[in-house]
């Protein structure tokens, strides 16, 4: 079993990425393979809309999203780490999101098959998700409609989210023993 692990925060070794650490720590536990993408390290540009992905199928943008077209396609399970930017996913993450347009493109507009047909009820994910804030309406609302319309594009069950909040600073995870243990908790049930 493939688990393919996404942290989307500019900001290494911060809340978000901290919990998926400790998420991964669980996960591999078990007989899986585990890759982790810094997503910031990828440099995925945004979608420009040039529309040649409705005639091809492919993206004509080559940079870092080429390798992860093929990672979210190959994975049997998809774990998203991510803050939360103005109640909404940072950029690096719209971006990937965005680029998945050419799968989007594949499958509805070519009507071709992403994943093997006998793959595609099999896969499914989950996310982490942090903000520092506390107590605000529909904080991850938006991101968690977002990462669902990502997830059904790409033949994946979106299965649940572990949201936490009141984590400001770059160490405040770390520092919430409850925090990191439930997470282990949740990430347990991942695979
Ligand atoms: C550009 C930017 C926008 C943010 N917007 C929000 C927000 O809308 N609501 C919120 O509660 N926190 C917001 N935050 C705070 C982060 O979500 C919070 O610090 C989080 O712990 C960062 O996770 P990280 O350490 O994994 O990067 C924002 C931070 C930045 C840098």
Redesign the pocket.
């Known amino acids: 079993m493939k688990v393919l692990a996404i942290?989307s925060?500019?900001?290494r070794n911060?809340?978000?990425?901290?919990l998926l650490d400790i998420a991964l720590s669980e996960i591999k536990k078990k007989e899986v393979s585990v890759k982790k993408v810094i997503l910031t390290d990828l440099k995925i540009a945004p979608c420009n809309s040039c529309g040649d992905c409705f005639k091809t199928g492919e993206c004509s943008i080559k940079d870092g999203m080429q390798v992860l077209y093929k990672d979210l396609l190959a994975c049997d399970r998809l774990l998203i780490?991510?803050?939360?930017?103005?109640?909404?996913l940072?950029c690096q993450l719209k971006c990937a999101i965005d680029r998945c347009q050419a799968l989007w493109a594949k499958k509805y507009v070519l009507k071709r098959d992403l994943v093997e047909k006998n793959r595609k009820t099999k896969r499914y994910g989950a996310a982490i998700l942090?903000?520092?804030?506390s107590g605000?309406k529909n904080?991850f609302t938006g991101a968690i409609i977002t990462l669902k319309a990502w997830f059904s594009v790409l033949d994946i069950r979106y299965k649940k989210e572990f949201s936490t909040?009141g984590?400001?600073?770059?160490n405040?995870?770390s520092r919430n023993e409850m925090l990191l243990k439930k997470v282990g908790e949740f990430s347990g049930a991942m695979v």
């Open positions: 942290s925060s500019p900001r911060g809340n978000s990425e901290m780490a991510s803050p939360m930017y103005f109640q909404g940072p942090v903000c520092a804030s605000m904080t909040e984590l400001e600073d770059k405040a995870a």
